[in-house]
């Protein structure tokens, strides 16, 4: 499993490197002492797993985690508790405080070791059915005690949830028991767009299109959500959408 350091401490990045020699499943594949750097480098390497600080010049590793369109397993390794909550929120794997221990480093491989697990599980159950799905099929959805047989046309968005995803059509909003990467593999990107780490729209369900902050845009559907279009996602939106 490859993995990316990124701290802007150097004793830090090499302590952590040290203690992962026990690890052999562990591939360190390069560092980073900042979040653009960071940023470039999980762009170029695409990681399995990154151990990320929080507090770092310039921007933060939250920071850094909100610019990626698709985060790969994150483990915080910080000096500071008051963090750990926030860290949760992200779906972080672990909140690793400094001087790491190497029983908390342990801990945080072992779940590490059971996601990749679960996730190739599920993948083994689904191989049978993993064709590409048209905005004409329909889906069976439940949630609970209810239950939908739906058109993927009448979806307008798919929201992460955690290890969920919120499927929003009509006044409806089942949580679903599937990672955003998992359904984008089996939509049609004609038809849907992944505009963000977060969400999937329905393009054929965007109402308004609007400029935004920091060169991305803002998608209004129809359903009145408002999606953020990230800044490297909306290069690729405007290549889609142009003559």
């Known amino acids: ?106 801990d945080a491989i072992h779940k590490l070791n059971a996601a990749e697990n679960s996730n190739s599980n599920n993948t083994t159950a689904t191989d049978a059915n993993r064709s590409l799905l048209t905005e004409h099929d329909q889906v069976f959805v439940k949630d609970g005690e209810r239950c939908w047989f739906v058109k993927l046309s009448d979806i307008r968005l ?9 499927v929003f059509f009509g006044n409806n909003k089942p949580l679903i028991l599937k990672s955003l990467n998992a359904l984008e593999e089996r939509l049609d990107e004609k038809v849907f767009f992944r505009a963000n780490r977060k969400h999937i729209v329905n393009m054929r369900m965007i109402d308004k299109i609007e400029p935004y902050f920091n060169g991305g845009l803002l998608l209004e559907l129809k359903g009145g959500e408002k999606i953020e279009v990230s800044r490297r996602q909306t290069v690729k939106f405007k290549e889609m959408m142009s003559l």
């Open 158 to 166: 798919f929201e992460s949830v955690g290890n969920y995803a919120k």
């Open 1 to 106: 499993m490859k993995a990316i350091i990124i701290d802007d401490e150097r004793l830090a990045r090499t302590e952590l490197r040290k203690l992962l020699q026990d690890f052999p499943e562990i591939e360190i594949v390069d560092e980073a002492a900042n979040a653009d750097e960071g940023l470039s480098k999980i762009e170029n390497l695409n990681p399995d797993l990154i151990f990320l600080d929080i507090q770092m010049p310039g921007k933060t590793g939250f920071d850094l985690l909100n610019e990626l369109d698709r985060a790969p397993h994150v483990i915080f390794t910080t000096a500071y508790d008051e963090f750990a909550l926030k860290a949760f929120e992200v779906n972080a794997l672990d909140y690793l405080l400094k001087p790491i221990e190497p029983k908390r480093l342990a």
